[in-house]
């Protein structure tokens, strides 16, 4: 039976490339810093009747800590994410993950990892190969890039 549950709140954000934070051990005192957001979450608000204001490019980081219970450990797990905007890695426990387009059949594990590419698409990351189960928190990172980029 599939289950389908919410991952929008107990985001951390912050604005830049911070690479250490993508491993597990990036320290909390740091993170405290990072601002509490739920997704969907805009990097910067702009008011929408401003022709002069020009939008917000950037890279940003997401960053999440959750259980998964020991049950779901033989079972198959991914996120799935409705839209990123630009490019978007995806890491867990330090693992960058393998990604899909969110319409195709997700690939088998041990697939290498990739990363997304495309403005507001719906991608799949599979978390198998890297998560851990049974009441350790596994790390999860966004890293979103919305600057210019001629592949997206």
């Not at 867990?92 to 088998?108: F, I, K, Q, R």
């Not at 350790?136 to 890293?143: A, P, R, S, T, Y």
């Amino acid at each position: 039976m599939r289950k389908c549950l919410s991952f929008n709140q107990g985001w951390k954000f912050v604005r830049g490339w911070i690479p250490e934070a993508v491993l597990p051990d990036y320290p909390v005192s740091e993170l405290e810093r990072w601002e509490n957001v739920t997704l969907p979450h805009s990097l910067r608000m702009e008011p929408c009747d401003n022709p002069l204001i020009e939008t917000c490019q950037d890279i940003a980081m997401y960053r999440k800590h959750f259980p998964l219970p020991e049950e779901w450990k033989e079972k198959p797990v991914f996120l799935r994410f409705e839209a990123v905007m630009g490019v978007a890695d995806v890491y867990l426990n330090g693992v960058l993950l393998h990604t899909a387009l969110a319409d195709s059949a997700p690939d088998e594990p041990g697939k290498p990892a990739h990363t997304n590419y495309g403005g507001y698409l719906p991608f799949v990351a599979d978390l198998r190969n890297a998560a851990q189960f049974g009441g350790e928190d596994n790390v999860l990172v966004v890293v979103a890039d919305n600057r210019d980029n001629p592949q997206v």
